[in-house]
């Protein structure tokens, strides 16, 4: 799926709402950031290759000066660029929420569960919801490696 | 067991990329990585019959004691030419199909396409450009331009899986990979990926970390002048936890 990029206005802040692929077609040149702050919604990203990585980098690095920069619903392949690529969001930059993989050993289910800031992350900690179960009620675990995926948060 | 073969307890991937670069061996396998006696007998078996991988890289690696054309063809899950950057959507979209209908893992799903994306764009992009011969594409920017491979020259994408273990394939018609270079890519990644970035045009210089990074094996073989082959193996049916925490397997077949 080709990368689309949809402007709007959150109280009077400049809301991108990030959908497909970031990869060597997408098109960074069809969302300017101009203002004084903005959002970055990414729940419909569905993947990001190497130039994709490298093309955001000089996305954010094109914001004017001082632009704080908030990105919400972080899925896991972003996180993952986050961790990885130190400057991947530029200092400063606020993460109001993001998707954290959960199994079930026993039915080989997966989730996503979205951790909001203030509520299971906050002031660099981690407070995981005490359950969680698959949809046949099977509980789960968190699918990652802890001190890796959530380097970011500390 | 062979000179070419060795064994390290745990070894970080840093470490195994050092050790593969500084060392004499070619095959490192780490007993307590994904699959290790399974591993430990293709390494064998390259060892002594390297053309083996070239031939038939899905039973050399999966099988490597039932190698035939038969098997090979028939163990395939997909295997596909291609030679332009138009088709790398319909190849990832294969792909997906494929791991969807092995797995109900969608972080497995993303791992897969993450590798055969680097995969594909390297075919196209990198290996003609590297080419001592054609020396095309250098420095194309990738933002722009849509490239296709020398007339009547293919690369093939291709998977396999024996129920543990998904490999993903590529193999281009140039043989052109410095090896030495690609590992030392690789290793200058795990200091800073964001210093190992090219920000100029080309490739962004990072695709082979991720491939690494993402496998639990990689195998990798040159012909020069005539062919490239790289193999990224995953493992399926256990926790991306499990998948990230694995030591690594690295083989370089010459």
């Known amino acids: 799926m080709a990368c689309t990029f949809q402007n709007s206005t959150e109280n009077g802040t400049q809301c991108i709402t990030v959908k497909g692929a970031i990869d060597e077609d997408a098109n960074f040149a069809q969302a300017p950031v101009t203002g004084a702050a903005v959002i970055v919604d990414l729940t419909g990203v569905t993947a990001i290759n190497s130039v994709g990585i490298r093309e955001w980098i000089k996305w954010t690095k094109a914001f004017p000066a001082g632009c704080q920069m908030t990105v919400r619903n972080c899925p896991k392949i972003v996180v993952d660029q986050i961790n990885m690529v130190l400057g991947f969001l530029p200092a400063g930059t606020k993460v109001e929420s993001f998707f954290v993989p959960y199994y079930s050993e026993a039915s080989g289910n997966e989730k996503m569960v979205l951790f909001v800031n203030g509520r299971e992350f906050k002031d660099g900690k981690v407070n995981p919801p005490a359950t969680v179960n698959d949809d046949g009620g099977e509980p789960m675990e968190m699918d990652v490696i802890e001190t890796k995926y959530f380097k970011f948060v500390s | ?254």
Not at chain 2, 105 to 110: I, Y
Not at chain 2, 128 to 139: L, M
Not at chain 2, 207 to 224: A, D, M, R
Request: aromatic share 8%; net charge neutral.
């Open chain 2, 1 to 254: 067991m062979s000179a070419a073969l060795k064994t390290h307890p745990a070894l970080t991937p840093q470490q195994l990329i050092e050790q593969m670069i500084s060392g004499s061996e070619t095959h490192i396998c780490q007993p307590l990585g994904w699959m290790y006696d399974e591993e430990v007998q293709s390494a064998q078996l390259l060892s002594q019959k390297s053309e083996t991988f070239f031939s038939h890289p899905a039973t050399a690696i999966l099988w490597p004691k039932e190698i035939s054309s038969r098997n090979e063809q028939s163990s395939l899950l997909l295997n596909r030419n291609f030679c332009s950057s138009d088709e790398k959507n319909g190849l990832l979209d294969e792909m997906k199909t494929i791991v969807n209908g092995i797995s109900r893992s969608s972080t497995l799903v993303d791992e897969v396409i993450a590798v055969t994306d680097e995969f594909v764009t390297n075919a196209l992009y990198n290996a003609p450009y590297v080419d001592p011969v054609t020396f095309v594409n250098q420095r194309i920017n990738r933002l722009t331009t849509k490239v296709k491979l020398d007339h009547g020259k293919q690369a093939r994408l291709f998977a396999a899986q024996d129920g543990k273990r998904l490999l993903i394939g590529v193999e281009d018609p140039y043989g052109s990979l410095d090896v030495k270079s690609y590992l030392n890519r690789i290793h200058k990644c795990y200091s800073s990926v964001k210093d190992s970035i090219n920000f100029g045009e080309g490739g962004a210089g990072i695709g082979s970390y991720i491939i690494f990074n993402t496998g639990s094996s990689l195998y990798y073989g040159v012909k020069p002048g005539e062919k490239t082959l790289l193999v990224c193996v995953v493992p399926i049916k256990v926790s991306r936890r499990q998948r990230e925490d694995l030591p690594k397997h690295l083989h370089w077949i010459k």
